[in-house]
């Protein structure tokens, strides 16, 4: 079993998420400059097995797409095209950034590790990739 690498894709970076290799736990992995998340992902995927790939889907509350669905779209592309062998899944990402903040806030983190948009970023990866493998779970029975 290969690991769960989530993206939360943005405009000049974009946070990243992966599971340990029996998908139990998402942990956030770092947050790369968007120009440089291709080759990013082909180092990381010449060390660890890749199982799939979660991208979150930026949605509007109408569930429409928003203005940044059209970049995510293209980047999805370029993945399947580097990578035609794992399968990339797109997961709703509203509201994550908000909730990054207040699970930092919660966790008692700094005022100065919060205004880092990097860090957001990759606790939004981390909240992408937990809600897809909750969603994923529902269906399976646990003894």
């Known amino acids: 079993m290969g690991r769960l690498l989530a993206i939360d894709f943005g405009s000049k970076r974009s946070g990243i998420a992966v599971t340990d290799p029996l998908q139990i736990i998402a942990t956030a992995l ?3 400059a968007t120009h440089d998340l291709r080759n990013f992902i082909k180092k990381y995927s010449e060390k660890e ?15 429409t797409d928003s203005e940044n669905a059209a970049r995510v779209n293209a980047f999805i592309k370029l993945l399947r ?11 709703d ?4 950034s908000s909730m990054a903040l207040q699970s930092m806030i919660s966790a008692g983190s700094k005022k100065s590790d919060r205004r880092e948009k990097g860090n ?3 606790v939004s990866a981390t ?3 937990q809600s897809y493998m909750e969603s994923r779970d529902n ?3 646990f003894l």
């Open 30 to 32: 770092d947050t790369v």
């Open 49 to 63: 097995q890749l199982e799939a790939f979660i991208v979150g889907m930026p949605k509007k509350l109408d569930n």
């Open 81 to 91: 095209k580097d990578f035609p062998e794992i399968p990339v899944h797109t997961h």
């Open 93 to 96: 990402e509203r509201f994550t």
């Open 120 to 122: 957001i970023d990759k």
């Open 127 to 129: 909240i992408i990739l």
């Open 139 to 141: 269906g399976r029975k």
